[in-house]
């Protein structure tokens, strides 16, 4: 996955691919954790273009993955479809010059460049950046998902819970019969 920037000196270069996660060293040790499974290739479509020094790579990548449910255990299929851009730069900055005392440079990754050296951008860290991120922070098999039942472990999607009303040796439970007001 890598684009010689002399590919774009005539305007801007669309390029589409696929491959397998396990290409990506991140996603690989990912799944090899057993935090998911790629149940399709990585697929991106993205447009580059160059101004002066930068050149900005739009697209939308495409996969699906295999989770975890967060509240019912259920393993589940969640696609991931997701627009990204990213801004790669081969000049370094040198030294700044006329910064006044309140002016601050940015670095390179607060300005949200990715360096690049010679004449060929290497995709593979930013479309596996891209892939990372767009993970659900609580993966959920549906959003109505009940979960399980906190005593007996029933699954309130499957079967009614047979646990009955909480006990009276609830240290809570003399909350419910206060009065206030």
Known sequence: MRIHADQLKNGSLTVAFEEPAD??????EMARSGECEFSRPIRVRLRASRIRELVEIEGVLQTAIRLTCGRCL??????LEVEFAL???????GEPENIGPE????DAGEAGLIY??????????GI???VILSFPLRPLCRETCKGLCARCGADLNQERCRCGPPSAEN??????RLKLG
């Open 116 to 125: 690049f050296q010679g004449e060929e951008i290497d995709l593979t860290e």
């Open 87 to 93: 801004t790669y730069t081969g000049d370094r900055p």
């Open 128 to 130: 596996q950046e891209q």
């Open 171 to 176: 240290p809570f439970a003399a909350l419910s």
């Open 23 to 28: 290409r990506f060293s991140g996603l690989r």
């Open 103 to 106: 002016a601050k440079e940015l």
């Open 74 to 79: 259920a393993p589940f299929i969640c696609p």
